[in-house]
């Protein structure tokens, strides 16, 4: 299994940009989730799915959509970046409801907003 | 709302030592704690998880202990290795209106360094 997959790496925007951020993950899980991971203020949940079809907003959602069409793919998209949204991104996935609810991580997309 | 606080927030000891983080949270509603390394530029490995009914979990060198009732949890390293520097950061789920558990909380970490 390749567990949590993200892409890009890394991406560097002008503001105003529009992007999406790529998950995957092939363990069949239900729950999959993003935060976003900034010094000084740990990481903080964006937005999370409990299953295909199903979203809902986290902490910090301002700025950000994200949909649920497969229970592979969990896309985040930046609408239009700002240089507050400059940070790195991570995508989890786990489980889900009623089980053990291991969270296990991507290896995060690195983005930098101008 | 949770708040999760990991003390403390660095620490530096020569290799072999036996070390203790420190994690708190405010609710004790959570699901479960989960305890993740962090590597420089990496993204985060799951290490132990502790269901709210359970006491502890333990694997090789690392034992997390957990304390619902006052909002504890600690993760203990046995005999330290340079190779465990790392940040180690402590989350905890909460419990997800549908039954299940929500999305995690976390502490801002704690940044290990093991000296040779």
């Known amino acids: 299994n390749a567990g949590v997959t993200q892409t890009p790496k890394f991406q560097v925007l002008k503001t105003g940009q529009s992007m999406t951020l790529q998950c995957a993950q092939d363990?069949?899980?239900?729950?999959m989730s993003w935060y976003r991971q900034d010094p000084g203020m740990g990481l903080r949940l964006i937005h999370y799915s409990v299953g295909a079809g199903i979203t809902d907003q986290g902490e910090v959602p301002n700025g950000y959509n994200v949909s649920r069409s497969t229970t592979e793919d969990f896309p985040l998209r930046l609408l239009s970046a700002a240089p507050s949204q400059t940070s790195v991104y991570f995508c989890?996935?786990?489980?889900?409801?009623?089980?053990?609810?291991?969270?296990?991580f991507g290896p995060g997309t690195r983005l930098t907003v101008l | 709302k949770q708040e999760v606080t990991q003390i403390p927030a660095a620490l530096s000891v020569p290799e072999g030592e036996n070390l203790v983080l420190n994690c708190s949270f405010t609710d004790s509603a959570i699901y479960n704690l989960q305890w993740f390394r962090q590597d420089p530029g990496k993204g985060l490995t799951s290490l132990l998880l502790?269901?709210?009914?359970?006491r502890e979990q333990t694997s090789g060198r690392l034992n997390a202990s957990l304390d619902k009732s006052s909002g504890r949890s600690t993760l203990y390293i046995a005999a330290s290795q340079p190779g465990d520097s790392a940040t180690y950061l402590c989350?905890?789920?909460?419990?997800?209106?549908?039954?299940?558990?929500?999305?995690?909380?976390f502490g801002k970490g704690t940044h290990l360094i093991i000296q040779p």
């Open positions: 989350a905890v789920s909460a419990l997800y209106s549908g039954g299940g558990a929500d999305g995690l909380t």
């Open positions: 363990m069949n899980h239900e729950y």
């Open positions: 502790i269901q709210s009914s359970q």
């Open positions: 989890a996935s786990s489980q889900g409801q009623g089980v053990s609810n291991e969270q296990f």
